[in-house]
């Protein structure tokens, strides 16, 4: 059967079951160990046994942060090696298991998965503070990765292929092999879909794997463990260790014993892991990191289109997303119209615990995210610029978690910061432009390039962007996502420039390819 993306909602919308969504999702939410008032210690995976660290951390929701979603390892440097010496004591075996065999794993993964999509989504929610939709979703996600993956490596029988001879009498073939034992680190806005996503393209290709959750939103990366080990995977095929980045993080990354790294997180820790990969042989270091990520919409764009679009991705999961929509540049010509219609619709936006089922933003991650909000929407009005929003959200018990209001700032200087760094935070930045060669230019003006959007009705405008933009994925006139809502398998995912080193974007054939090395074999007769 064809590859076919999970879409939850969408599937149940169209068969006038929305109702029962909403009702497995809260069931699901109020069977949670946290929402019982109940704290789970929860041990770290080496070996495929369960191992009881010296020290625990408190991960605490951001929905309210009374809340204890679990409690979680401080592992050590110990543990670290402890985990890395059992991935590699299953390499052999592993990188040698017949494709069927590990496909069937994987395919019996993805039908657990599916058939607790509700409590995952849950558990993601309390995590992270995504609301049901996006938390869905990106179960779905993660689903879709495995799925893909999957019929991938069958597809290309393991990226074996016959060679054309170049003599009579030789059989020349071309192999693809795993390199050893991968460090996975993880990140907390996609820990699921992202980490599922990492993790299968390293395992599913022969790889053991040592994968470090992050620590603001530690639990799906354990729940996927749950999920792969009840579907097959043998001991120390996959390995999970929590901690801080600068002490278990660091360990991982820099062990002698590590053969390749996947990445998901900021530009720093990504150049610093780049530029580390020479130990005693280069080993692939695969990063994707962030962006700033810009639309257009010209004064030929359906405003009614764009609206939603825009919204869209500038605001999902509170814009703490790669992908997320942090620059707009607009034509003078409409740029009136189009503001009252973008500012009328964003004061419309409730913010608001994310288990509501009509709640569109709920919480950013944590109070440091919190405390960039306020310093950012600060430097705004210093500078001059016009802010719309920018306030914290606190009624009732909203107070004990990190709700902020969507925000938009005008007219920023062209080489402000706000419009250079990533910012990771609800604050879309618009600006007015006159020529749209202007435009192209500006939204090019950044280091990263991961996504863009454009609102055009006019042919030359959107043959001008395409050939020009800057981006590793590219939107024209979606009313879904301006930038965001890429789906594996159709939109592969990856950035250029400093968002990305590899330019092999997830959900791709290519992306597969970067977690195993060639060898070209040829027998005479």
């Known amino acids: 059967m064809p590859f076919k993306t999970e879409n939850t909602f969408l599937t149940m919308i169209n068969a006038r079951d929305e109702s029962h969504f ?56 110990a543990d670290v090696d402890s985990a890395v010496e059992a991935a590699q004591k299953a390499a052999p075996k592993w990188r040698r298991t017949d494709l069927d065999s590990r496909l069937a794993i994987f395919k019996k993964a993805a039908e657990i998965m599916n058939s607790e999509k509700f409590e995952l989504g849950a558990a993601l929610t309390m995590d992270t503070g995504k609301n049901r939709y996006e938390a869905v979703a990106e179960i779905d996600e993660a689903i879709d990765f495995v799925r893909y993956y999957s019929d991938t490596m069958a597809e290309y029988n393991g990226f074996t292929e016959d060679m054309r001879p170049a003599y009579d009498d030789e059989f020349p073939i071309s192999v693809m092999l795993p390199w050893g034992v991968f460090a996975v680190v993880a990140p907390f806005n996609f820990p699921l879909a992202i980490t599922t996503g990492m993790t299968t393209a390293a395992v599913i290709t022969g790889n053991t794997v040592v994968l470090k959750p992050s620590s603001p939103a530690p639990m799906m990366p354990y729940l996927l463990y749950d999920v792969l080990w009840r579907a097959g995977l043998p001991p120390g095929v996959l390995n999970v260790v929590t901690g801080s980045g600068g002490e278990v993080g660091d360990s991982l990354v820099r062990h002698d014993h590590i053969n390749g790294i996947a990445f998901t997180g900021s530009k720093k820790v990504g150049y610093e892991l780049i530029s580390m990969n020479l130990k005693r042989y280069p080993i692939p270091v695969i990063t994707e990191m962030g962006g700033k990520n810009p639309c257009i919409v010209s004064d030929k764009a359906d405003l009614g289109m764009a609206i939603p679009g825009v919204m869209g991705s500038a605001y999902t999961f509170c814009g703490q997303k790669c992908s997320a929509l942090s620059r707009l540049y607009v034509h003078e010509k409409v740029y009136k119209e189009f503001m009252k219609m973008l500012v009328n619709t964003v004061r419309s936006l409730k913010v608001a615990d994310p288990r509501e089922n009509d709640t569109v933003l709920g919480p950013l991650i944590h109070g440091e995210a919190r405390q960039n909000f306020d310093e950012y929407v600060e430097i705004a009005q210093r500078d001059g610029g016009k802010v719309t929003g920018g306030k914290h959200v606190e009624e009732g018990d909203l107070k004990r978690g990190f709700y902020v209001e969507p925000t938009i700032v005008e007219n920023l200087p062209e080489d402000h910061k706000l419009l250079k760094q990533e910012l990771f935070v609800p604050i879309l930045c618009v ?3 006159r020529k749209f060669v202007d435009a192209v230019r500006l939204a090019n003006d950044v280091d990263y390039g991961l996504t863009a959007g454009i609102y055009s009705r006019d042919h030359d405008e959107l043959d001008h962007f395409f050939d020009g933009i800057e981006a590793g994925v590219v939107y024209a006139n979606r009313r879904r996502g301006a930038t965001t809502g890429s789906m594996v398998g159709a939109q592969p995912f990856g950035g250029w420039k400093q968002s990305g080193n590899t330019g092999k974007n997830s959900g791709s054939p290519w992306y597969l390819t970067q977690y195993m090395r060639m060898q070209s074999r040829t027998l005479g007769k």
């Open 22 to 77: 909403h009702v497995r999702y809260e069931r699901a939410v109020s069977n949670l160990d946290c929402m019982k008032g109940e704290t789970t210690d929860y041990p770290m995976f080496i070996n495929g046994k369960t191992v009881q660290p010296k020290a625990y951390f408190d991960d605490a929701s951001p929905i309210d942060t009374d809340i204890v979603v679990g409690r979680f390892p401080k592992a050590t440097k």
């Open 431 to 433: 600006q007015k432009y």
